[in-house]
């Protein structure tokens, strides 16, 4: 039987499990494929670290750049990560040296994936990256193969398990943010830095990738970026009473020929599909043409979700099967225009912290007046002792500077005391 000879580069979380589980189950995927998936070389940064797996002597690789010349190595799986530095000079050079790439690392597709795409094209060789977007779920290939026929006009969805678990738990367990942080952390949930996690940046790189492919176009840093940082217990608890939760979620969405991306906290109802999807869960939804509305759920990240997709990967090109990065030669990737979301419209829920004295509330709504903006429902809680009252505002379909505009009006004034909010609602 034909076979293919790998080298896994990072035997971190990721890399550890891939090697013993590609081991494990050499003999099946061997069959399923037709070919047979070899381990030939590993390596990582430290050599004498102590690791989960054994490995023979002659398997490591002292110099992990190496593997991009050895003649012994088919395919490199880097499980470096990072935009940067090794993972990035390991890449370049592998797919300069005519070798296949398997890797799991978003930052560097959604920051270098247009130039490397072009040097796997000019030399035949795959690069494939389905465990860089929403670990196990497998949307690039659905994409790519299943979806093939469809012209997507918009995909959404929850692309974050750590932001999505501490927004459901904040929901359930009546915690808040910190404290739903920190059990987060303790449970291997999300990282001692779990800054891209919480500001949207993993969401937005995630994102950028997924554009890229439903609209054939090229990478483009045109993106709102907005994270779950903000978010108080109070949010969620006011919209549980409107009929809403709370969700991080990514949007792209084609409208008369321009191309929307952002990443925001979004009050969807609680009917709605992707409102049930809760924990480290993530979820993708795509609209397209004939084929309508199609959703894929399941793990987001962890080893075990990260490897189910890597061994894709792995399998397609042991299938001899070349194909484009972004799914359509470089050639014919479109330059479409992305714009800002300033004139999309959207409702909104605004929450203001205020001094409970007259004339505030009348000063609030005529500032929502003034930037056209009509209010669908306000409600009012004081707190007597205080002295403070809590303005939630609830908008009809509004523009989004005008919204953005309102908030930045009503934050400085003197009678806020702490900065205000601004959620946007997702209605379908
Ligand atoms: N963890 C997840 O749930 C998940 C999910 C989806 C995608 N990913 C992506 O998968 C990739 C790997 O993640 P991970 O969680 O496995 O990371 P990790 O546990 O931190 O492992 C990183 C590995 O890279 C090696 N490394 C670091 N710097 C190196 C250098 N300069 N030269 C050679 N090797 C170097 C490390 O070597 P040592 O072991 O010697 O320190 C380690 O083995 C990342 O791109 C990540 O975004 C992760």
Redesign the pocket.
């Known amino acids: 039987m034909r076979k293919i000879n790998i080298a896994i ?8 499990y891939l090697y013993k589980y590609l081991n494990k189950n050499k003999k099946i995927l061997s069959k399923k494929n037709n070919c047979v998936p070899n381990i030939t070389y590993v ?5 004498n ?1 102590k ?1 989960q797996i054994k490995i023979s002597k002659k398997k490591w690789l002292k110099n ?1 750049m190496h593997a991009t010349t050895n003649k012994n190595i088919d395919l490199i799986v ?5 935009s940067e ?3 990035k000079k ?1 890449v370049f050079s592998a797919l300069k040296n005519k070798k296949h790439v398997v ?6 597709i959604a920051k270098y994936g247009d130039q490397l795409a072009k040097i796997a094209e000019k030399n035949k060789v795959n690069l494939e990256f389905e ?2 977007v929403c ?1 196990g779920v497998p949307i690039i290939r659905s994409l790519k193969e299943g979806l093939i026929a469809n012209k997507i006009s918009k995909i959404y969805g929850i692309f974050n398990g750590t932001s999505n678990y501490i927004l459901s738990s904040m929901d359930k367990l009546n915690k808040d943010f910190k404290e739903v942080l920190t059990d987060a952390q303790q449970l291997g949930y999300a990282e001692t830095n779990p800054s891209a996690d919480l500001n949207g940046n993993d969401v937005s790189a995630k994102l950028k990738i997924l554009t890229s492919l439903c609209f054939n176009s090229f990478l483009n840093n045109n993106i709102h970026v907005e994270g779950i940082l903000n978010i108080d217990k109070i949010d969620i608890d006011n919209a549980n009473k409107l009929g809403y939760k709370i969700k991080l979620l990514g949007f792209a969405e084609l409208i008369n020929k321009k191309i929307y991306q952002r990443v925001h906290p979004t009050l969807i109802k609680k009917s709605s599909y992707v409102a049930s999807i809760d924990g480290v869960l993530n979820a993708v939804i795509v609209n397209g043409n004939p084929v309508g509305q199609s959703v894929i759920q399941g793990e ?4 075990a ?2 490897t189910s ?1 890597l061994i894709s990967d792995i399998s397609s090109i042991l299938r001899g099967n070349t194909k484009f990065p972004f799914s359509i030669s470089n050639s014919e990737r479109k330059k479409l225009s992305f714009a800002k979301i300033s004139d999309r419209f959207f409702s909104a829920y605004f929450r203001f912290e205020v001094l409970d004295k007259q004339g505030v509330l009348s000063n609030i709504t005529n500032i929502f007046s003034k930037n056209k903006v009509s209010i669908k429902r306000l409600i009012q809680n004081p707190n007597k002792n205080k002295g403070s009252s809590s303005i939630v505002i609830i908008t009809h379909n509004s523009k989004n500077s005008y919204l953005d505009k309102i908030l930045k009006t009503i934050n400085k004034k003197k009678y806020i005391l702490k900065e205000s909010k601004l959620i946007r609602i997702h209605d379908n």
């Open positions: 580069i990072g035997l971190g979380n990721i890399g550890s390596s990582a940064k430290t050599k670290k690791r992990y880097e499980l470096i990560g990072g530095g090794a993972a390991l890797t799991a690392n978003k930052a560097l465990a860089s670990g987001g990240a962890g080893p979700a990260t997709a």
